[in-house]
């Protein structure tokens, strides 16, 4: 009995796991070529200045509509890229549109406050040996975008384990002159210490941590400890996931310095950010 019973959970694992595979190589091969038939696009979310509610940024999120399945998460469609090597045409691509998009939005609106352009960086595009600063240099040169509004996300998860590398191709990055983020900070029990060996201008507070400030007195203080670090060694701090005005008030309190979030904003089509930049200015 016991015997029938493991050989069909076998049978079931052993389809399910296929069924698996052949989705992923599936999305692999219709990925492959997707951003030449336009299926590719990215959205933009605001980031907000805390202290006088002020639009300073945007972070680039691309979005990959399906001819059948419609939108894929990125959370699915991203590791694809980055496991099938894809990432690699595919992160340049991003970059120059984010670029290209944030130039327009200064000559849009020329007397306004320049915008930053936040664009996330996949861990395999960091192991590129110099590559991805030599792609972001000819990015700023083409685009014409002023380097320091240029701000690369990289998980802090990218990050640990191969510090030395890392940093070095870290401050290859930083002598282009963009700003270096650690993203979804907190999530990768690196430790606050990390900061120190790892060379960065700001850090975004994971959205996990935000989620329950207003509830959670533990989460609330870890929260405000990486605001006293990251302020202690000059780096701004960002935080994700604001879909309240009391997480909002309450991190303003805090002095934190920037956040994003659906009460704030959700990622949106070019078109439709530039009209609420517009609406914003006025
Ligand atoms: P991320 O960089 O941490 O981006 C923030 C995610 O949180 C986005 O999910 C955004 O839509 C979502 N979000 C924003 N505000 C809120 C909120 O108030 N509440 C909640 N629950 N979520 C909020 P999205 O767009 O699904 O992207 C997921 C992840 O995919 C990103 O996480 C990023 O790691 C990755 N990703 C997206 N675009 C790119 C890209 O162009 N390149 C690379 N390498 N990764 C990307
Ligand atoms: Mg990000
Ligand atoms: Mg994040
Ligand atoms: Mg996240």
Known sequence: QAKVAGKNCFRFYSRAMDLAVER?????????????????????????????????????????????????????????????????????????????????????????????????????????GGALAE??????????????RLHLELTETAVIGDEAHVGEELARLRETGVKVLLDDFGTGFSGLSHLRRVPVDGVKIDRSFIADILRDPDDLALTSAIIAMAHSLGITVIAEGV????????????????????????????PEFLALLKEEGR
């Open 243 to 270: 879909e309240k005005a009391g997480q909002y008030a309450l991190l303003r309190e805090r002095g934190c310095d920037q956040a994003q979030g659906y009460w704030l904003g959700s990622p949106m089509p070019g």
């Open 135 to 148: 792609v972001v240099a000819s990015c700023l040169k083409e685009t014409g975008l002023e380097a320091g």
């Open 24 to 128: 992923r190589v599936n999305l692999e091969h219709e990925l492959r070529g997707a951003w030449e038939r336009g299926e590719l696009s990215l959205v933009y979310q605001p980031v907000y200045r805390l202290s006088d509610r002020t639009m300073v940024g945007a972070e680039a999120l691309l979005r990959w509509n399906h001819p059948k399945h419609g939108q894929v998460a990125p959370s699915v469609f991203i590791d694809v890229a980055e496991q099938s090597g894809l990432i690699e045409s595919l992160g340049p691509r991003v970059l120059h549109a984010a670029c290209s998009e944030a130039v327009r939005w200064q000559q849009m609106l020329p007397g306004r406050e320049p915008l930053t352009v936040a664009v996330n960086v996949s861990p395999r595009q960091l192991r590129g």
